[in-house]
């Protein structure tokens, strides 16, 4: 880890100064550097964007769970189970929005989800009423950075996120 700029390494993304401020830690995921602005409990666990655990998950690394989240062997399992659960969402159940995937992803009962719909829509520049095919990893990729934003303050760059999707075998 080292003190970088990450208006240097992300500039697609819309950070204030304050935000890029905060920028504290610098860790190398999946072959390339990634932002995030703590050290939160979802991070340790390698789960990026807070995938929840159930009993019938079958994630590749996963290794256990803890306060009903997933706990994955690497961040690149947290970001493939992230992939598999949107693509599922849209193939079985049909919501192809990022409005329809987050309302289900962060009901109401536990989360600001309008809130986080706004800042999904922002920060992946897919319009809420967008539909997204499942085939489509670079826009869910974009979905699944902007998700890992409001999920865990981390920043990873949708490109790499969608190039990793794209040459791992689901």
């Not at 500039?11 to 890029?20: E, F, G, I, T, V």
């Not at 995030?36 to 769970?65: A, F, Q």
């Not at 992803?105 to 719909?117: Q, V």
Request: proline residues 2%.
């Amino acid at each position: 880890s080292s003190d970088v700029c990450s208006s240097d390494l992300f500039p697609s993304h819309d950070m204030d100064q304050n935000y890029k401020s905060k920028m504290l830690l610098v860790d190398n995921i999946l072959g390339i550097e990634s932002v995030t602005t703590d050290k939160s409990p979802s991070n340790d666990m390698n789960n990026p964007v807070n995938v929840r655990h159930y009993s019938n998950n079958n994630w590749n690394g996963l290794i256990g769970h803890s306060n009903g989240y997933c706990k994955l062997d690497s961040v690149e399992n947290g970001y493939r189970a992230s992939f598999k659960l949107i693509k599922k969402y849209i193939r079985d159940y049909d919501l192809r929005t990022i409005e329809e995937i987050i309302q289900r992803y962060a009901p109401e009962n536990e989360n600001d989800t309008e809130g986080y719909i706004d800042n999904v829509e922002k920060w992946s520049g897919i319009k809420r009423n967008s539909k997204i095919s499942s085939e489509d990893n670079n826009k869910i990729a974009m979905v699944i950075s902007a998700m890992a934003r409001q999920e865990t303050n981390t920043i990873v760059s949708w490109e790499i996120i969608s190039k990793y999707a794209t040459t791992k075998k689901w």
